[in-house]
């Protein structure tokens, strides 16, 4: 009955790790049918004649702030004038 008391901590961490590694996998599991539905959107729209990488840099821009991207841009564009490429 001792061994019962002392162990309670350990076996409350025990079952409180473990509900955290089944909660991790099944949300991985989930990620992993999401990624693949991604994939599979993508693989539709390059079927209908989409640029698949444009569609990649849309989301990525859609997701920067905006003025964190004008300031990317701006930056950009002075790099190709110094290097003599005009966009």
Not at 8 to 34: T, W, Y
Not at 58 to 69: A, F, T, V
Not at 70 to 83: F, G, N, P, R, S
């Amino acid at each position: 009955m001792s061994e019962d008391t002392t162990d309670a901590p350990a076996g409350f961490a025990k079952e409180q790790l473990q509900s955290f590694i089944e909660r991790i996998e099944r949300l991985e599991e989930e990620k992993a049918g999401i990624a693949d539905d991604i994939k599979d959107v993508f693989a539709e729209a390059k079927a209908n004649g989409f640029d698949v990488k444009a569609l990649r840099t849309i989301l990525k821009i859609r997701k920067e702030d905006i003025d964190e991207r004008k300031e990317h841009e701006a930056i950009v564009d002075l790099y190709l004038q110094a290097l003599g490429i005009f966009v």
